[in-house]
């Protein structure tokens, strides 16, 4: 069987940045690479996938595999990963039949790519303007504490990421899908159906189970919330997004224990709540 021939671009698949932790203190952390790669095949722009880009010419074969677009590992001549202009291209070597066709109906999955929907969703970045607005450490854990007590599919059963909408402390709604983009999506449902206040995103807190990637960064600042709160840790791309439109982003956000990646003056600060470690330095 004829080998296709696979480029081995390299990119680094972590950034550091400066956090803040529940007791005040700055902190250097390691995030994961986010990367936007656009795929064509045969000069034909077909698919844009967010990837951490350790393995991008294994990704586009396997994503061209499960689309089931080639049949056989033969059918590519050349898979070319160009990271400084983020593309991918395929040759083919006889080309894919009726690929427009083929193509023309895309279903979005529940998986956490999703990749495809984020160049529309940048064009937009620059235009987003929120409201000032700030979350004491108090009100954090708070949020914190009350997801914890929160009745779930995923403590039952697992498998699930889970999305809320807070004001202050309080939770005002609370959803569970098998991706985190289907839960945030369902939210934004939810307030543009309630009137002025509720959909106004000047006094919420989004919360998230899931990674804070760009796409969930950009949806939270088009919902108008301005700060958004995870138990998982936060993406390249999420980091970069975030800083760019001034929205706080809190993650690691367990028991007494958080980091602020972007936005800080959002977060008032009240590391005396901190707890155990404080206290042993006293």
Known sequence: MSQPYLTRAQAPLTREVTAVNEHGEATSLSIPAERALTVYVDKRELV???TLGGHPELLVLGFLRNQRLVRSVAEIESITVDWDVGAAAVKTREGITDIEERTSKRVVTTGCG???????????????QLPEATLTQ??????????????????????VHGCALFRGEQMLLFVEDVGRHNAIDTIAGW????????????????????????EMVIKS???????????SGITQM???VAERVGLCTIGRATGRHFYCYTAPQRLLLQPE????KLRAAA
């Open 48 to 50: 844009t996938l967010m």
């Open 114 to 128: 999703q990749g495809s929907v984020f160049g529309d969703m940048m064009d937009e970045v620059d235009q987003i």
């Open 138 to 159: 108090a009100q954090l854990y708070g949020i914190v504490n009350a997801i914890r007590l929160q009745e779930s599919t995923y403590k039952s059963a697992g498998s």
């Open 191 to 214: 307030m543009w159906l309630q009137d002025a206040s509720a959909m106004s995103g000047d006094d919420k807190v989004f919360y998230t189970t899931g990674r804070l990637t760009s």
């Open 221 to 231: 600042a088009q919902m108008g919330v301005p700060i958004v709160v995870s138990r």
């Open 238 to 240: 999420g980091h970069a």
């Open 273 to 276: 709540l901190a707890g155990a």
